[in-house]
């Protein structure tokens, strides 16, 4: 179980985030995503809510956001861009790993800039890949992190695969898993 940080500590970050949304815009690494209209997508420790806008531009008002975040003042920022930009599409979920959603449910997750802080990092893959449809897409960037450990910490459980190296972000694919033999521990072989 992890803490929720402090509010001075969330409202520094939130306001550090402005410039660089600001240098950086969210879209230019929202296009490594190649989300559609229509695609349901969780942002996985949404912050301040950086992306939520834009995601809701890509998927258009058939489509569904879903913003987590263990902190209650990213749920309170979140719901605050949904109502100012009038997104009925958009929802929050107040988890540290859990997300309630169905199975198979999502076609993209953004997992940016938390991995590092989860203490439970094996479960929340699992439920990322729990909530994954069998061709979603994991988005995973972290700068506290580098590429051999993002790599063999996100592939190590075989729940997912790199399928791209972007500029600014790793795409990995859910790996679909079938059982062969119910009586092993060592059933679960991935359908490639
Ligand atoms: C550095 S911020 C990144 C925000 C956003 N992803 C971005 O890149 O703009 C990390 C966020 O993860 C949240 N967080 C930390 N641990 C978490 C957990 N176990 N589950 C969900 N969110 C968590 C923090 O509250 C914080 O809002």
Redesign the pocket.
Known sequence: M?R??SNLG?RF?AFG?KFRDLFRPRMVILKEVEIKPRDHVL??????G??ISRLAELVGKDGKIYG????PL?IQSVLRIASTKQLANVETIC???KTGLPDNSLDAV?L???FH????QDA?LEELHRVLKPNGVLSFCDHHMGEDEIVSKVTKSGLFRLSRKGKRTYSFLKETLSIINPSSPRSLQSQR
Do not use: T
């Not at 942002?43 to 301040?48: L, N, R």
């Not at 802080?117 to 439970?120: D, G, P, V």
């Open positions: 992890d929720v940080g969330f970050m985030y942002d996985y420790g949404c912050g301040p950086s992306y987590l975040d263990i902190h990213a988890s540290d790993c953004l940016y800039d938390v802080k989860l203490s439970e929340v």
